[in-house]
């Protein structure tokens, strides 16, 4: 490994948050328990060729029966929090007005384990598993499911505000707009083009009227929502031409979600887009979705090379809403994206590039003067991997050495990038929640990308810890006994 557990332990600022995220939909299953309804997942999973391995997620990895299991698998590790997302459909299954309780109840459950294993919470409302019945009346291409959404998260303040850490409002809008409403790549596959620009524009909406909702019931953690960057650079930096089309990719992902949340005003190029997309932005909207947080999520996976002129590289990354790219005249896109070269790729072929974290932090707090503290609430990587038996201990085991790599490289270069002489110093990097403690359903890609620290055994839906969450639970082991010295005089007499 690049980095020992020790140091990486020595590197960890007192009170810095270590954690593991997963959602809903990719880890419950379960999905007619209780009294849920179905989701637009459910209802795109029906036509089952839309996954690479024509899989469902009806039984996803059992979390919702195995659930006490797995927080009892965080608390071994020693994680301090645990990010987790509530599925809408099980508290609003139909178009009734009245929460399900018994879907409510599953989460108190969860709730209750995390405090037993001392697991801090962070939820988030929403992450991606829209009602069926809000679909069928426009999904988020209708500004009424902005409203909804902010009725449900007041329901979810009542229920929870006194035992959640932190509030994460949506996850990624912009993956949601993108690969939902602009594309067939996810549900709802609407592929409405630049009228994705609406759903995206609803989506955020619904971010600050539910702030407003969580706010207006007193809840007692703090408020954030999570988008995805991924900071676009020029393939060839010295080319004008390059650098304008990274600047247009800059815009049409990080800057289109996180300039009206944390600047109340949209890039210039968007207001053209929406009169395309028929989108009415209205007085006081981005003043609604500029509602002050306590912090900003950052989920991190890679970068964007960029470069002018149509490529052999393939289709544009459907998240692009703008109309800067989609399918120009003769389908070929004025610009595409091109392979970073030079470094190590996860399963997915995305690049492995740490120290692009720093940069993005670094960009965000030039862009950003008022950024509220920062959680990196999603990283991790997708590895072929099976599981084998040691071959000093026979055990079997998953050997991802590359994902405690891909882990302590990130966490590395962004506490040394937020640390003293860094060059994204000033940023209060607060904490880095590991995509994903288990393995699990994956979109599109089915049960093909693995990015957990636990494997799954999908026959037997068996747990196994992998290499990676050893490595992890030392790392956080020798953080502990830095911290507490007494102790650690203690348990090194002991053994
Ligand atoms: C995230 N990118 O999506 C999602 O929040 C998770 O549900 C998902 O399982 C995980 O990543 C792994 O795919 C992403 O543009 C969306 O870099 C966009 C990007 C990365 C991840």
Redesign the pocket.
């Known amino acids: 490994l690049s980095i020992s557990a020790r140091v990486l332990a020595d590197k960890l600022p007192a009170g810095f948050v270590v954690g593991a995220a997963t959602?809903s939909y990719?880890v419950e299953g379960a999905v007619h328990a209780d009294g849920r309804g179905p989701s637009v997942w459910d209802t795109w999973l029906r036509d089952r060729s839309v996954t690479v391995d024509r899989s469902t997620a009806d039984d996803a990895v059992d979390h919702y029966r195995r659930m006490p299991q797995d927080v009892a698998l965080m608390g071994e590790l020693g994680l301090d929090a645990y990010r987790f997302s509530v599925a809408w459909p099980r508290i609003f299954p139909d178009g009734g007005s009245r929460p399900n309780r018994r879907g409510l109840d599953f989460y108190h459950r969860l709730l209750d384990e995390l405090e037993q294993h001392g697991l801090a919470p962070m939820l988030t409302a929403f992450?991606w598993d829209t009602p069926q019945h809000l679909e069928d009346d426009g999904g988020w291409m209708s500004r009424d499911t902005a409203l909804r959404f902010a009725d449900y998260a007041a329901v979810l303040g009542r229920e929870y505000g006194e035992r959640v850490r932190w509030w994460c409002t949506i996850?990624?809008p912009a993956?949601v707009a993108g690969n939902g409403y602009g594309s067939e790549l996810h549900a709802p596959a609407r592929n409405a083009g630049v009228g994705a620009l609406r759903a995206a524009h609803h989506l955020l909406l619904g971010h600050g009227l539910s702030v407003q909702a969580l706010r207006a019931e007193g809840v007692r953690g703090a408020i954030g929502m999570s988008n995805?960057h991924?900071p676009a650079e020029p393939a060839n930096p010295d080319s004008v031409l390059d650098r304008a089309a990274a600047e247009v990719i800059e815009t049409a992902t990080n800057r289109l979600f996180a300039d009206p949340v944390l600047l109340g005003t949209y890039p210039t190029a968007v207001h053209a887009a929406a009169r395309v997309a028929g989108l009415k932005i209205r007085d006081g909207d981005l003043e609604t979705i500029s509602q002050p947080l306590d912090f900003y999520g950052l989920?991190y996976?890679?970068p964007t090379l960029v470069a002018a002129g149509s490529g052999d590289d393939g289709p544009l990354?459907a998240?692009l809403v703008l109309p800067s790219g989609g399918d120009a005249e003769g389908g070929r896109s004025p610009l595409h994206i091109v392979e970073w070269p030079d470094v190590r790729r996860t399963a997915y072929g995305w690049p492995v590039v740490p120290d692009h974290l720093g940069v993005m932090l670094a960009r965000m707090r030039d862009r950003y003067p008022d950024l509220p503290p920062v959680y990196i609430t999603?990283g991790g990587a997708s590895f072929d991997e099976s599981p084998g038996p040691d071959p000093e201990t026979g055990v079997v085991q998953v050997h991802d050495t590359r994902r405690a790599e891909y882990l302590g490289d990130h966490l590395t270069a962004a506490l040394d990038a937020v640390g003293p002489g860094g060059h994204a110093e000033g940023v209060d990097l607060r904490g880095y929640f590991v995509?994903?403690l288990m393995d699990n359903w994956?979109?599109a890609a089915g049960y093909r990308q693995t990015?957990g620290l636990v494997h799954v055994d999908r026959a037997t839906m068996a747990r196994t810890p992998k290499a990676s969450y050893h490595w992890l639970r030392k790392v956080l082991q020798h953080r502990r006994r830095q911290e507490t010295p007494a102790k650690s005089t203690a348990a090194g007499a002991a053994t």
């Open positions: 959602s990719q992450h996850n990624e993956t995805v991924s989920n996976y890679m990354p998240s999603e995509w994903t994956e979109w990015f």
